[in-house]
């Protein structure tokens, strides 16, 4: 379409639409838009600022840059649509979330959202508006329509749940397994750099790989090519009937043109079903896929079974951009790709080349074009699009949506949502979105009428001389109020996460805005029951929601990508657990005495000889004091090693843990320090779910310090939040270097002891 309609016409029409060079607007989720295309818009203002006309030469610049590096119209619109869908599945989301108040209460489904109440910068929602919106989504996405080969996608990707077993070229006994290669890229490079730190020769490698990542970018652009051409195809279709679809298209089951996830109804997806077990990233069954405007989603596991081909394609698209990558051959591609440098490089380029030719096959003989939109109906739906009152509002709507996902978590916890703070004015409800002397939401328990909680917007808190204004606080009522739940909503592209620290390091710097120093901040001021700093776009390095930062009492999780379609199932269970009625009534018991013990192994190299004799002196013991066992063992980052981190049990006994244990490859080690600090941490997400352990370090080395752990982990902030938690902690002193430091700062503590293997089978294997 490049000859039809001008890239850098419609590279215009979005910048200036999107108010670019305004300052802040850059700074949100429209920054994803760019960065899809590899362009930095702060790097592009930064030498600009101060100019005179100075937002017109940003402008200028920015459409520039778009237009050059968009390599087709339809990418151009499918990353403005991907955007876009977000706000669209907030503002469905917020409707249905109002609409349960006035079927209620009575009255109109109209709601107005605003800030601090004024007309000036707000939106209107109702079902009217959200259907104008759908109306031109549907229009720009179909900027080109055309025939997908479904047989030749599922060729190509054959996702069984388990691996991508598809190969390039397609259907060749011997081929490149090309699409699990390309997942596993994903911890290729952060292992690669780690060993050409050490290794010089492993530099050649680490220049090539960003040719493979950039080829596999450009393959994943055009297997979204095919997604939004099937959903332009089922959009010409409008009551999903297969009469309706396009006759040469291949038959498309009825389910696929309705798929709804559960709780989302009129939102369809692609999505395919993965387990924990087979991908890395995934802590339960889930569907994993896009949605119809080709964001990645992660919904929990329907079992529905495979419905479409095109469900493979979008499942492979959403794992590549979300980071997870089968588990099945990790340690067999390390052990193979990290023979020699020349071996990971020729394997690099082969993916790249592999790439190239399967982006081509894809767009030329899979897909073929069968229409496209003229420039005027383009130019007009785009420019009515941007003129939506999403894109002005989007940091409140945000706002406005975690609420609201918040209220959900509470409902599903068995509470039951009121909303005094959204009031009838007329034929409209309004929703003031600022500081409120008065909570905006109350809860009450379904099972306890009586014990009832109150949601804060924006309450003006006062901790240490220092206000603290959380977007969403659910707290205690009456005059000794107590929050119990603090959620912050961030909407700023790419946060850095901060320097690691433990809640005893009290209050960060005011002007430290970095996710942990936020955590920080309202745990230590307002020492709610559980902490959520929750970021719209990523948080770099990716987190894991379900770790806890904090202690058991005073939790911390940060979550990026945190938007529709993509709410952690742990947010879920740690509102639930921050709002159960002991916490509501003030009652705080003592941690529970310990009835599980977690054996952290260290399985490198140096242990070998020692494990078989200590193992053997466990197994020789009695533990019928203990109700479960388990282990974590652990070896170190990167090359040549099988695994980081493993767990197993839980087990009845000690002897059928260690039969279990036994099968476990072996790991290498060949620095210092091992991965203990990661150990420590899968301990603490243990405890986080279970409760206090009694836990047993077998190691010969000390663990990374924070610096050199390639995930930011302190081993002495994961110590320590077990002993708050009121875990006992022993380490075994047989094989301890005597200079090792890792844990001298906990001598002296009740719960820590650091002494002969012996000492710990007599204290602990004796009870019972």
């Keep these: 379409m490049a000859d039809v309609v001008p890239h ?32 930095d818009l702060d790097a592009i203002a930064r030498p ?32 403005l649509l991907r955007c876009g869908g977000r706000y669209t599945a907030m503002v469905r989301d917020i409707y249905a979330r109002l609409a349960k108040h006035a079927v209620t209460t009575g009255g109109p489904r109209t709601f107005r959202i605003s800030r601090d109440g004024l007309d000036v910068a707000g939106v209107t929602i109702s079902e009217a508006f959200i259907e104008r919106i759908r109306s031109l989504e549907r229009t720009v996405r179909a900027v080109e329509t055309g025939t997908i080969d479904e ?12 691996g991508l077993y598809g190969t390039w070229p397609v259907d060749s006994a011997d081929g490149f397994r090309l699409p699990d290669a390309l997942l596993h890229l994903a911890w290729l490079r952060p292992a690669l750099q780690a060993r050409a730190e050490h290794e010089p020769a492993w530099s050649g490698p680490l220049a090539v790989i960003g040719a493979a990542e950039n080829a596999g970018k450009a393959l994943v652009a055009a297997g979204e090519r095919l997604v939004r051409a099937h959903l332009a195809n089922l959009d010409r279709a409008p009551v999903f009937r297969l009469t309706d679809v396009d006759p040469q298209l291949h038959e498309w089951p009825q389910q696929v043109a309705t798929a709804e996830p559960a709780g989302r109804p009129g939102q369809r997806v692609l999505v395919a079903t993965a387990t924990p077990e087979h991908l890395h990233g995934v802590n339960e069954p889930s569907d994993i896929g896009l949605d119809e405007h080709l964001d990645a989603v992660v919904l929990p596991g329907s079992g529905r079974g495979r419905q479409s081909n095109l469900e493979e394609l979008a499942g492979f698209i959403a794992m590549w951009r ?45 897909f073929r074009k069968t229409g496209s939109m003229s420039v005027e109906v383009l130019h007009r739906a785009v420019q009515e699009y941007l003129n939506l009152p999403l894109w002005q509002n989007r940091s409140l709507l945000y706002e406005v949506w975690v609420l609201c996902a918040t209220l959900d978590a509470a409902e599903h916890a068995g509470w039951i949502v009121e909303l005094p703070g959204l009031l009838q004015d007329g034929d409209v409800w309004r929703l003031s979105e600022g500081r409120t002397d008065r909570p905006v939401g109350m809860l009450r328990h379904g099972a306890t009428p009586a014990a009832h909680l109150e949601v804060w917007r924006e309450p003006a808190r006062v901790a240490g001389g220092v206000e603290l204004t959380p977007d969403v606080a659910v707290s205690t009522p009456g005059d000794h109020r107590r929050d119990l739940l603090v959620v912050e909503a961030k909407d700023q592209y790419e946060m850095r996460l901060g320097r690691v620290r433990p809640l005893s390091d009290g209050m960060p710097d005011p002007n430290d805005k970095t996710p942990i120093a936020v955590a920080l901040r309202y745990a230590n001021g307002l020492r709610p029951r559980a902490t959520w700093v929750c970021n719209h776009c990523d948080i770099k390095p990716r987190q894991q929601p379900e770790v806890n930062r904090g202690d058991f009492w005073t939790r911390m999780h940060l979550a990026g990508q945190f938007r529709p379609g993509n709410v952690p199932p742990e947010f879920g269970a740690s509102v639930s657990w921050a709002l159960s009625l002991g916490a509501a009534e003030h009652r705080v018991a003592a941690p529970p005495e310990p009835r599980g013990l977690v054996l952290v192994i260290d399985v490198t190299a140096s242990m070998h000889t020692y494990l078989t004799s200590a193992l053997a002196r466990l197994g020789a013991a009695e533990w019928s004091s203990f109700d479960q066992i388990r282990a974590v063992l652990y070896s170190d980052h990167g090359y040549p090693e099988p695994f980081l981190v493993r767990k197993f049990g839980p087990a009845p006994t000690m002897a059928a843990l260690l039969e279990a244990v036994a099968v476990a490859p072996s790991g290498h080690g060949g620095d210092v320090e091992e991965a203990l600090e990661d150990a420590m941490q899968r301990c603490r997400e243990l405890v986080d779910d ?13 663990a990374h310090t924070v610096d050199r752990c390639p995930y930011g982990i302190d081993v002495q902030v994961e110590t320590r939040a077990l002993l708050r938690a009121g875990c006992r902690v022993y380490v075994a002193s047989d094989h301890q270097p005597a200079r090792d430091a890792t844990w001298a700062a906990f001598a002296g503590h009740p719960g820590f002891r650091k002494a002969p293997l012996s000492e710990f089978i007599g204290r602990e294997g004796a009870r019972g």
């Excluded at 100075?54 to 339809?74: G, M, N, V, Y």
């Excluded at 030749?152 to 388990?162: E, N, P, T």
């Excluded at 990790?330 to 052990?335: C, G, M, N, Q, S």
């Design 8 to 39: 850098r016409d419609l590279a215009t029409l979005i910048v200036d639409g999107l108010e670019i060079g305004t300052g802040k607007q850059d700074s949100g989720a429209i920054g994803e838009i760019f960065g899809a295309f590899g362009i």
């Design 48 to 79: 600009l600022r101060g100019k005179a006309d100075e937002k017109r030469l940003i402008r200028r610049e920015a459409a520039r840059q778009l237009a050059e590096s968009a390599p087709s119209l339809s990418a151009l619109v499918s990353e």
């Design 151 to 162: 047989d030749a996608v599922r060729s190509f990707v054959l996702w069984d749940g388990g």
């Design 322 to 366: 979300l980071g997870h990558w089968p588990t099945a051959r990790r340690a067999d591609l390390e052990l193979r790709l990290f023979a020699t440098p020349d071996t990971l490089a020729t394997w690099l380029n082969q993916l790249r080349t592999a790439c190239d030719e399967a982006s081509e096959w894809l767009q030329r003989r899979v």
């Design 690 to 702: 279970l409760g206090p352990q009694v836990i047993l370090v077998l190691t010969d080395a000390p």
